[in-house]
């Protein structure tokens, strides 16, 4: 740690782990460095502070002084939430004289604009953590044979805060020497000894979570700063980056279940990953572009009950209900829809428990930090491509997906259910393409066109919600029910059926028109008419 003031930016992986899986993993060979260097043993108390309306929380800040032996280390860490970046982080740090913070010796101007204004004394305490830290120094070269020096510390402690005392039992990883695909390949390697979670949450998102008792938070997708003159590999990796960022985001507030964005955030994360795949796929080699597919479907498959059955019950059930109060059909039928959807919840949790979900996050880390495209299963051709302007790309792109839709939608006022089904899934890749390549084109062209592809979108939205209503209450009514079924729930299914069959119909004239003022509408990237 340094003795003067210094700003970097700090490389990491956290993996979460019980205690006895901790003593597992510190026995480790790969953890033993080729110098054979005696780990050191470290007792830390950290403390973090924050304005009364925690400003520097809300600025995605952390403030903390660490009380390290006789020593006070005052560090300032930036992008500090879920949704500003999952491996890396800026840090500025220098030594303090004790646990007072010090905004003066802060000579970053960057930091101290982040900070903003801050009278004297307004910062206060907001959690501490204290940590038993075992750290051994990694040495030897990665999985191409590149140098590289990694700290591993393992983590045993607790965070404090409010009079609620939180266990801590993690591993961080941190780069001090080499590529980034080294944190990547050592975890790996730890997973093959046994199995932990990739920790999405900093400890100070933890400590603010505690100290608030607020449940964690969704995040919408962010904007992409891609510019026409962008390169294309430049752009492929930005794109799948803030994808992969988009869904790890909400895992916490997916985990916690309690509000229903949370799970379907995550899962438009993954959706716009896999649509990503799909935009970039001819510039992949099709192995890389097989196996990223593969998990994320796998992933996102199991999200998709839990997000089926909240999407029933607070847009489809409700409905009903309100238009039928004291209905005690429908009570028993909510009862059981509500059971199942906690259910679903626990598979959602499973999944991401699971080390194939650990492995995937770890693989696709290292796969994106080191550009591993870049192979000898890449044609010159895919090449070429990549170092064009994102542009070029970009219009090609846009041009196929549109006319894609057009063609499946062809005659709509004539398509089956199943028809329009996948007329909505090339709407739904279509607003995910233009969703990442936005930025290249002037905002006022753009907006005619968005509108009209959100009102399809939303009408070919609310037809397959009925579907898949219809769907879970076929599975309700089916034989895991049982002959002994809750008095009432067959009444209740019937009711709600024959609500939406009726909805849908007076519903048609809308949805038709919805199709026409779409594929009239002239494509922005195409210039003007």
């Known amino acids: 740690m340094a003795n003067q003031p210094s700003t970097a930016t700090e490389v990491e992986l956290k993996l979460a782990a019980d205690p006895e899986t901790l003593e597992r993993l510190w026995q480790a060979p790969m953890l033993r460095g080729r110098d054979g260097a005696a780990p050191k043993v470290k007792e830390l108390e950290n403390i973090y502070f924050d304005t009364a309306d925690l400003r520097l929380r809300k600025r995605g800040l952390a403030f903390r002084i660490r009380r390290d032996g ?6 300032v860490k930036t992008g500090d939430n879920e949704a500003a970046s999952l491996f890396s982080r800026g840090e500025w740090e ?27 004394g307004e910062l206060r305490p907001v959690f501490v953590t204290r940590v038993h830290r075992e750290i051994q120094q990694v040495n030897g070269t990665d999985s191409l044979g590149r140098l590289k020096v990694i700290e591993a510390a393992f983590d045993r402690g607790e965070i404090e805060a409010s009079g609620s005392v939180q266990p801590l039992s993690e ?33 100070s998102a933890r400590g603010y979570a505690l100290a608030t008792g607020r449940k964690p938070a969704w995040h919408p997708a962010k904007p992409l700063a891609l510019t026409a003159e962008t390169r294309t590999d430049n752009a492929l990796a930005a794109v799948l ?8 985001a909400n895992e916490a507030a997916a985990l916690d279940g309690s509000d229903p964005e949370g799970v379907h955030q995550m899962r438009v994360g993954l959706r716009r990953f896999r649509s990503a795949l799909s935009v970039f796929s001819e510039l992949l080699p099709e ?10 479907r796998w992933a996102l498959n199991a999200l998709g009950p839990a997000r089926d059955w909240d999407v029933f019950l607070a847009e489809l059930l409700a409905p009903v209900e309100a238009n039928r109060p004291g209905d005690k059909d429908l009570a ?44 000898a299963a890449l044609t010159p051709a895919q090449a070429v491509w990549l170092d064009q302007p994102l542009i070029t790309l970009a219009n090609k792109l846009l041009t196929k997906r549109h006319r894609k839709t ?33 930025a290249l084109y002037p905002a ?26 219809e769907t879970l209450l076929a599975e309700l009514a089916g034989p895991r029910a049982g002959a002994r079924r809750p008095a009432g729930l067959d009444q209740a299914i019937g009711k709600v059926i024959g609500w939406y069959a009726h909805g849908v119909l007076s519903f048609e004239p809308e949805m038709r028109e919805t199709w026409r003022a779409f594929a009239k509408t002239h494509p922005f990237w195409n210039g003007k008419k």
């Open 171 to 203: 591993i961080e990883l941190e780069l001090v020497e080499g590529t980034p695909r080294a944190l990547f390949d050592l975890a790996l390697a730890l997973q093959d000894v046994a199995p932990t979670q990739l920790e999405t949450r900093s400890k």
């Open 444 to 469: 006022k062209t753009e907006k005619p066109y968005l509108k009209a592809m959100r009102g399809l979108q939303e009408s070919l939205g609310h037809l397959n919600d009925v579907a898949v209503a």
């Open 287 to 296: 192995d890389h572009h097989r196996w990223l597919n593969t998990e994320a």
């Open 94 to 120: 220098g030594p303090v004289p004790s646990l007072e913070p010090q905004l003066d010796i802060i000579d970053d101007p960057e930091i101290r604009a982040a900070l903003g204004l801050i009278l004297p």
């Open 241 to 248: 980056e803030a994808c992969l960022l988009h869904w790890t």
């Open 332 to 375: 028993v039928l909510r009862k059981v829809a509500e059971k199942r959807r906690a259910e679903a919840y626990q598979q959602v949790r499973e999944a991401v428990s699971e080390p194939r979900y650990t492995r995937f996050l770890l693989r696709l880390g290292g796969w994106l930090e080191d550009r591993a495209w870049h192979c």
């Open 406 to 438: 057009l063609k499946l939608g062809k005659h709509f006022d004539r398509l089956s259910v199943e028809k329009r089904h996948e007329v909505r899934i090339a709407m739904k890749k279509l607003r995910y393409t233009t969703e990442f390549f936005r």
């Open 70 to 75: 006789t020593r006070f280390i005052q560090t």
